[in-house]
Each structure stands twice: as C-alpha cells, then as structure tokens.
C-alpha cells in the first residue's frame, strides 16, 4: 500500500502553524473596520456640516421672507406710482401745450391768403407739423411761407396765447407745378402743389431789457477861495 503525504511537512510537524495566518486574518479585519469607521465618521461630519448650513439658510431665509414680500408687491406699487407721476404731469403741464393744437388751427387760418388753398394737415402731438397745398403760383408760396415763418416774430404778450406759439424750423420739402386740371377745381389748369414741413411750439420768455442807470457822475472837487 502506498501513502501519498499531501500536506506540507513543515504542517505535519508543527500543528500550531495556522496562529500565524488567523493572527494577520484578524489584524487585517481590524485594519480593515478601522479604516471604515474613519471614513463613516468623516461622512457623518460632511453631513452634520450640511445639515448645519441648511439650518443657517432658513434662518436667514425666514428672517428674509418680510422683504421677499415687499419685492413681490413692488410691481403694484411702481404701477401706482407711474398712475401718479401722470395725473401730476397732467396738472402742471404748461397751458400753452393745452391750447396749441387750437392755436395752430386759428393761425393756419388767419395765415391764409387769397390764391393758396391747403389740400391736408398733419399734426402730431409733439407739434410737428406737415401743410400739405397749393397756389396759383410760386410768388404766392412763398408770401405765404413768410406769413407763416412771422409766426414766430410777432411781440409775445402774455395775455394773448397766440403770441406766446409760433410755427419753427420751417423746411419747404417739395415745391413743383402741377399742369393737371384740379379734381375739384375743374376751371384751374395749373398750379402750384407745396409741402412745409415745420414744428409748433412755446417761442423763448423774453427778458425784459435791463435798466440803464447812465454815466457815473463826475466827482466834484472842493473850490477853495
């Protein structure tokens, strides 16, 4: 019979011989729990530092909430607020920005001369003004564009609001002769179709002219005898 010896002799001879494994088997699990209580411990102190930064917001955030609050009703207020600047626009406007469009109308009239006739008129709110007419011929444009630059001329009294506006910045866009017969006017063969362009507005506060007290008088001297 033939006996095959599997194990090492070194086992056979000292039966002690697995202290040495389960001792480094041990040191490596306690090794190895060390290891992972050292890392759960800083994760617990990553999560006590969140949860702590977490707390400190919402104190603030609480301590907050009153002027969050007063920002979400902003929009009403700033809306209440333009109500109010318009209504007190409205009350200190200059009378004169009241009245203009009138003043322009009676001008525009008053500025009319025999042969010119006007086709359309364009006014705007900030007094910008197109005059869109016609003539029989050029020398009666442009007596009336003189008429209507003089607007801005006349002495400006304050008790009478049509000499407070004038019509300025006068610019002749087009000027040409027209030799179509009148649509209206059959018996007009020609004529002279203009467009002036110019704005409305308030003339300049005069400042009354200042005093003249005249020379320093001389000084007199004493006369002795």
Request: with cysteine; hydrophobic share 40%.
């Amino acid at each position: 019979m033939i006996k095959i010896q599997l194990c090492p002799a070194g086992e056979l001879e000292n039966k002690n011989w697995w202290y040495v494994d389960a001792g480094l088997l041990v040191l490596m699990m306690a090794l190895s729990y060390y290891a992972v209580t050292l890392h759960i411990e800083s994760r617990k102190e990553g999560v006590q530092k969140l949860i702590a930064k977490r707390t400190q917001w919402e104190t603030e955030l609480a301590t907050k909430a009153s002027h969050v609050e007063k920002f979400g009703t902003l929009e009403g207020e700033i809306t209440i607020l333009n109500q109010k600047i318009g209504a007190l626009r409205k009350i200190t406007t200059s009378k004169v920005d009241k009245v203009k469009p009138l003043v322009a109308l009676d001008q525009l009239q008053t500025l009319w001369i025999d042969g010119i006739w006007y086709e359309e008129l364009q006014y705007s709110a900030d007094g910008t003004t197109v005059i869109k007419g016609a003539g029989h011929d050029s020398l009666l444009v442009g007596e009336y564009m003189l008429g209507v630059r003089e607007t801005m001329n006349p002495e400006t009294r304050n008790d009478d609001v049509r000499t407070q506006i004038g019509f300025d910045q006068l610019n002749l866009k087009s000027a040409k002769l027209n030799d179509q017969s009148d649509e209206i006017f059959k018996d007009i063969a020609r004529k002279m179709v203009f467009e002036l362009h110019g704005k409305h507005v308030e003339k300049p506060a005069v400042l009354p002219p200042s005093l003249s007290i005249g020379p320093r008088p001389r000084s007199i001297g004493k006369v002795g005898f």
